[in-house]
């Protein structure tokens, strides 16, 4: 967390901000030729997918979010706290917060600052007096109401998602901002506290290591927090009805799953989901390099989004029944090197997700299955029916199209083939390794791959990247 690892509890993120000096403002005294001249940061971060998405002219360090959920009337009641460094003089700034929630008190600094709503979600904030550059600041928004979910023709459901027993938050790519205030852009990782308070007898479970838990009268609250760098789109909420396994992976690493009790188990599945997530986090670790977060885990909840998400240390698989296979979970727990860990600068760059995270699926049928990898290229190539499309750059509204799974996966496979698999191997262990924790480009990619082998691989890459049509083997 960028200068403020001190504040690691969070609890009190304001007064330690400042008996730690961070807080900042402009000096009445500064000289003229230095003064700073105050603008309004960017209302977008630049992707050209979703340009409304994040904003500009500062960087998170820490969300710190305290939310009371109501099952009956599926209202929330919310504090979200956030610690930030300024990158330009700032005369204001925006958050992203969408949906019907209404803001009760905003302050920075721990002063009232103005504040209003403009377009879809854009939360235009001004504050007291002028931030200067570098100065670290703390923003407090306190807010309630329902959280209203996002149903994207394209991308699907997204945000904040009631079920049966009562929600789960999955938020790629554009759902964080149904439920809290953030810079929903993927460049801007910060570290994660969430404290949920609920009904006696449901279970909340987020990113990260749990806290303690505490119980009085009819309420029970959770903390959970999350201590690596974390892209607003990996965060996750689900609350509800859980049975939870605990257990550890290789080296001691905890290992906390959950199978919603509304779903169809067989005696016993709570400690087989357990076992191979542990299993395959093992076995991706001697690929990947070392896992890259402080705890592992899984949750099957019944959500009906149809999808399974790589949400960072804790990915949930969508699921009527608890019949997750080893494929599925290869996928989304190789995410945790491939898109959390590594995540992309631009929407535009995914298949660096996706293919990696299918190529985990190929590596995982070759050595639990005894289906080579060439195997399983071979039939996707000869299957694949639309070769249009660009995989490096497919689209806002195909982002999660085949095109970038697998022939993302081809791509990698058609590396392999070309470099050999000393190389190929070595990319796969130095790539997430050397950029642990950062924001990756496929330009990045290329690069890398090119000086680790010391040869000229444009013309392959642009081939299976950014040229549609079929590649000829």
Same mark, same amino acid.
């Given at each position: 967390?960028?200068?403020?690892?001190?504040?690691?509890?969070?609890?009190?993120?304001?007064?330690?901000?400042?008996?730690?000096?961070?807080?900042?403002?402009?000096?009445?005294?500064?000289?003229?030729?230095?003064?700073?001249?105050?603008?309004?940061?960017?209302?977008?971060?630049?992707?050209?997918?979703?340009?409304?998405?994040?904003?500009?002219?500062?960087?998170?360090?820490?969300?710190?979010?305290?939310?009371?959920?109501?099952?009956?009337?599926?209202?929330?009641?919310?504090?979200?706290?956030?610690?930030?460094?300024?990158?330009?003089?700032?005369?204001?700034?925006?958050?992203?917060?969408?949906?019907?929630?209404?803001?009760?008190?905003?302050?920075?600094?721990?002063?009232?600052?103005?504040?209003?709503?403009?377009?879809?979600?854009?939360?235009?904030?001004?504050?007291?007096?002028?931030?200067?550059?570098?100065?670290?600041?703390?923003?407090?928004?306190?807010?309630?109401?329902?959280?209203?979910?996002?149903?994207?023709?394209?991308?699907?459901?997204?945000?904040?998602?009631?079920?049966?027993?009562?929600?789960?938050?999955?938020?790629?790519?554009?759902?964080?901002?149904?439920?809290?205030?953030?810079?929903?852009?993927?460049?801007?990782?910060?570290?994660?506290?969430?404290?949920?308070?609920?009904?006696?007898?449901?279970?909340?479970?987020?990113?990260?290591?749990?806290?303690?838990?505490?119980?009085?009268?009819?309420?029970?609250?959770?903390?959970?927090?999350?201590?690596?760098?974390?892209?607003?789109?990996?965060?996750?909420?689900?609350?509800?009805?859980?049975?939870?396994?605990?257990?550890?992976?290789?080296?001691?690493?905890?290992?906390? !799953?959950?199978?919603?009790?509304?779903? @169809?188990? *067989?005696?016993?599945? %709570? =400690? $087989?989901?357990?076992?191979?997530?542990?299993? #395959?986090?093992?076995?991706?670790?001697?690929?990947?390099?070392?896992?890259?977060?402080?705890?592992?885990?899984?949750?099957?909840?019944?959500?009906?989004?149809?999808?399974?998400?790589?949400?960072?240390?804790?990915?949930?698989?969508?699921?009527?029944?608890?019949?997750?296979?080893?494929?599925?979970?290869?996928?989304?727990?190789?995410?945790?090197?491939?898109?959390?860990?590594?995540?992309?600068?631009?929407?535009?760059?995914?298949?660096?997700?996706?293919?990696?995270?299918?190529?985990?699926?190929?590596?995982?049928?070759?050595?639990?299955?005894?289906?080579?990898?060439?195997? !399983?290229?071979?039939?996707?190539?000869? @299957?694949? *029916?639309?070769?249009? %499309? =660009? $995989?490096?750059?497919?689209?806002?509204?195909? #982002?999660?199209?085949?095109?970038?799974?697998?022939?993302?996966?081809?791509?990698?496979?058609?590396?392999?083939?070309?470099?050999?698999?000393?190389?190929?191997?070595?990319?796969?262990?130095?790539?997430?390794?050397?950029?642990?924790?950062?924001?990756?480009?496929?330009?990045?990619?290329?690069?890398?791959?090119?000086?680790?082998?010391?040869?000229?691989?444009?013309?392959?890459?642009?081939?299976?990247?950014?040229?549609?049509?079929?590649?000829?083997?």
């Amino acid at each position: 967390m960028r200068g403020a690892n001190r504040c690691r509890g969070h609890l009190v993120i304001l007064s330690c901000a400042l008996s730690a000096g961070l807080l900042a403002v402009a000096s009445p005294a500064a000289d003229a030729a230095t003064a700073p001249r105050y603008s309004p940061g960017a209302a977008g971060a630049g992707d050209p997918y979703f340009p409304d998405m994040g904003n500009g002219g500062y960087d998170v360090g820490h969300y710190d979010i305290r939310l009371a959920f109501d099952p009956a009337s599926q209202a929330i009641d919310a504090t979200t706290t956030i610690l930030a460094t300024a990158t330009q003089d700032l005369s204001r700034f925006d958050l992203d917060f969408q949906g019907p929630l209404t803001i009760s008190r905003l302050s920075v600094n721990g002063q009232n600052a103005a504040f209003t709503r403009s377009g879809a979600q854009e939360l235009v904030i001004t504050p007291p007096r002028g931030l200067r550059r570098g100065s670290t600041f703390v923003v407090s928004v306190s807010y309630g109401g329902v959280p209203q979910k996002i149903d994207d023709p394209a991308l699907g459901l997204s945000g904040w998602v009631t079920t049966e027993d009562g929600a789960v938050a999955l938020n790629q790519p554009i759902g964080a901002a149904t439920y809290y205030p953030v810079n929903d852009t993927t460049d801007d990782k910060a570290t994660y506290t969430q404290t949920i308070t609920v009904p006696t007898g449901l279970t909340v479970l987020a990113n990260g290591e749990p806290g303690p838990t505490t119980t009085h009268g009819r309420q029970t609250t959770f903390r959970w927090t999350m201590n690596r760098p974390m892209a607003s789109e990996l965060s996750m909420l689900a609350i509800g009805r859980y049975d939870v396994t605990r257990g550890v992976a290789a080296g001691g690493l905890p290992n906390i !799953t959950a199978i919603g009790k509304s779903i @169809d188990t *067989k005696p016993g599945q %709570g =400690k $087989v989901f357990n076992q191979t997530t542990a299993q #395959i986090i093992q076995w991706e670790s001697s690929m990947y390099g070392q896992y890259p977060f402080d705890s592992t885990g899984g949750i099957i909840a019944d959500v009906g989004v149809d999808y399974a998400l790589e949400t960072q240390s804790r990915p949930v698989y969508d699921q009527s029944t608890s019949d997750v296979d080893g494929d599925l979970l290869a996928h989304e727990l190789g995410h945790q090197w491939f898109g959390d860990s590594l995540t992309p600068v631009h929407w535009s760059d995914i298949w660096l997700n996706e293919g990696f995270a299918t190529y985990s699926e190929w590596l995982y049928q070759e050595k639990f299955n005894n289906v080579p990898v060439q195997q !399983t290229f071979a039939k996707a190539y000869a @299957d694949e *029916k639309d070769w249009s %499309g =660009k $995989v490096a750059d497919p689209g806002r509204d195909h #982002i999660f199209d085949d095109l970038v799974y697998n022939r993302g996966a081809m791509a990698l496979q058609a590396l392999r083939t070309k470099i050999g698999d000393r190389a190929f191997f070595r990319v796969l262990t130095l790539w997430p390794t050397a950029n642990r924790y950062g924001n990756v480009s496929t330009r990045q990619f290329i690069q890398f791959v090119e000086r680790l082998t010391n040869r000229n691989l444009d013309s392959f890459f642009h081939t299976w990247l950014y040229q549609p049509g079929k590649p000829t083997l």
